[in-house]
């Protein structure tokens, strides 16, 4: 079946350090892959996605890159802030219409001042 | 972006006690609606999804007796905990699709505590 694997956290950095999450999959067919956020006592935001092989997907200086041959969708922030200090999901929905989503495991990051 | 809300944000019951929580689209129809249970430091586990006009499809492993599910309208979707369980304490999430890629858009989540 399908499945996402997220590397484990926490993940802990200087403000304006470079960051990367890697999250890579499992999945038949032509999968979407997502970046969920979760800041405290929030609910889930969708940060990025992307729905084809090479799509890049950013927002909020965050970004990444679906990549087929790997099986990859690692998340990329050049210069973190303390405001990005949160809980990061990687996601994918299998290529069926269901809307379905399968989490990894999530990361959580914090930013130092 | 779309919105969906959740209520109660918090409840606290008492063990054996019923629990229903109200998952909404406050400004789109979801045929299709998702729950979620997450529990401390973990990822979102799906439950069911949840189907307006029949019946709910579950997860294995997921008991429908224990966590009913009714969508009651294209814009309301309601998760009842019965017979409440001290393990049954956890948050509790819904998310609904919507345009033209199904983005999925998450409500803010219940926190459930059973005494």
């Known amino acids: 079946g399908n499945s996402v694997t997220q590397m484990e956290g926490p993940v802990t950095l200087s403000e304006e350090a470079f960051l990367t999450i890697n999250c890579t999959y499992t999945?038949?067919?032509?999968?979407?892959l997502f970046w969920y956020v979760q800041y405290p006592g929030e609910g889930l935001q969708l940060l990025l996605k992307a729905t084809k092989a090479d799509d890049k997907g950013s927002n909020k200086g965050f970004e990444a890159t679906y990549r087929k041959e790997t099986t990859s969708f690692h998340l990329e922030k050049g210069s973190v802030q303390v405001s990005d200090s949160a809980v990061y999901f990687c996601?994918?929905?299998?290529?069926?219409?269901?809307?379905?989503?399968?989490f990894g495991q999530g990361t959580t990051l914090q930013v130092k001042p | 972006g779309a919105v969906v809300s959740q209520h109660p944000s918090r409840v606290i019951c008492k063990s054996g006690t019923s629990v229903k929580i109200e998952c909404r689209s406050l400004d789109f129809q979801a045929t299709t609606m998702f729950w979620y249970r997450q529990f401390p430091k973990q990822s979102l586990m799906l439950m069911a999804t949840?189907?307006?006009?029949?019946?709910?499809?579950?997860e294995q492993g997921v008991e429908k007796d224990k966590f009913l599910i009714n969508h009651a309208s294209l814009t309301l979707s309601t998760l009842t905990v019965t017979s409440a369980h001290p393990e049954d304490s956890s948050f509790y999430i819904c998310?609904?699709?919507?345009?033209?890629?199904?983005?999925?858009?998450f409500g803010p989540g219940t926190r459930l505590t059973v005494l």
């Open positions: 996601a994918l929905r299998g290529d069926r219409p269901t809307g379905k989503l399968i």
């Open positions: 998310s609904a699709p919507t345009g033209a890629y199904n983005e999925q858009f």
């Open positions: 949840s189907n307006e006009g029949s019946k709910a499809t579950y």
């Open positions: 999945a038949t067919g032509y999968p979407s």
